[in-house]
């Protein structure tokens, strides 16, 4: 039997919400806007939105839209969460692990972004600026996972956004539970994080896959120094 547009529309979907256009707490666009683009109707709309609500990865919230759950990166996250509680130096082997995960996805970003990738790269990188011209941290904060969500999402692997979101969630949270951080107020650093983030930006605008990947590679090694160096082992240790 050939797929329904309400099996079609389900399948969109689930590839958006797989390949990290639509993040977990996200907003799906409107009703009428998303029927319009995916081209069917608000009914079968609402059918494929039903089918994907019933798995529990949308959520619906009167008055206020439909929403993307947490259910697709809620397997790898939560055992770990009492495991990095308790044994704090986890954190160097995640940053390790990122390493490798993140410098491939950068060299993947570069060779397959797409137009549509680079545009949303750039949106990125602008605010990332913005937000360092104002020295506004918390802003800085934020949009550094965004940044790195959306260079998983240029990869064009759905496991890369998959595990790239668990890892950065463990990550923050690991951070906080150990009062260990990145800035503090310190602006050399807040600057070398921007330096960085350019330079990516650069390697995956130019199609250079080598360069994005060495440069994430810098990256995640400046992260790791900063954190579990000398002047942050009483707070590495919890």
Same mark, same amino acid.
């Given at each position: ?14 590839? =958006?919400? %797989?390949? #990290?256009?639509? *993040? &977990?707490? @996200?907003?799906?666009? /409107?009703? +009428? $806007?998303?029927?319009?683009? !995916? ?59 990122? =390493?490798? %995960?993140? #410098?491939?996805? *950068? &060299?993947? @970003?570069?060779?397959? /972004?797409? +137009? $549509?990738?680079?545009?949303? !790269? ?67 650093? &807040?600057? @070398? ?5 350019? $330079? ?39």
């Amino acid at each position: 039997m050939p797929p329904t547009a309400a099996d079609r529309a389900t399948r969109e979907l689930e590839s =958006r919400l %797989l390949d #990290g256009r639509y *993040a &977990a707490g @996200a907003r799906l666009p /409107a009703e +009428r $806007a998303l029927a319009e683009e !995916l081209g069917v109707s608000r009914g079968t709309l609402r059918e494929a939105v039903q089918r994907l609500a019933a798995r529990g990865l949308l959520a619906s919230r009167v008055g206020s839209g439909v929403y993307v759950t947490d259910r697709l990166h809620g397997g790898l996250t939560s055992p770990w969460r009492q495991l990095l509680t308790e044994h704090p130096h986890l954190g160097k082997d995640m940053l390790e692990f990122r =390493r490798v %995960l993140e #410098g491939e996805a *950068a &060299a993947f @970003a570069a060779e397959r /972004a797409t +137009r $549509a990738d680079l545009t949303m !790269l750039r949106g990125v990188i602008d605010r990332l600026r913005r937000a360092r011209r104002d020295d506004d941290e918390a802003q800085e904060v934020l949009l550094d996972s965004v940044w790195h969500g959306a260079i998983a999402s240029a990869a064009h692997n759905a496991m890369f956004g998959y595990l790239q979101a668990n890892l950065l969630a463990l990550h923050r949270e690991h951070m906080a539970q150990n009062h260990a951080g990145l800035r503090f107020g310190d602006r050399a650093v &807040a600057e @070398a994080l921007w330096q960085q983030h350019f $330079a990516l930006w650069e390697a995956i605008r130019t199609r250079a896959p080598e360069q994005a990947r060495d440069t994430m590679y810098a990256h995640i090694d400046f992260v790791r120094a900063r954190l579990t160096g000398p002047e942050n082992s009483s707070s590495a240790k919890g």
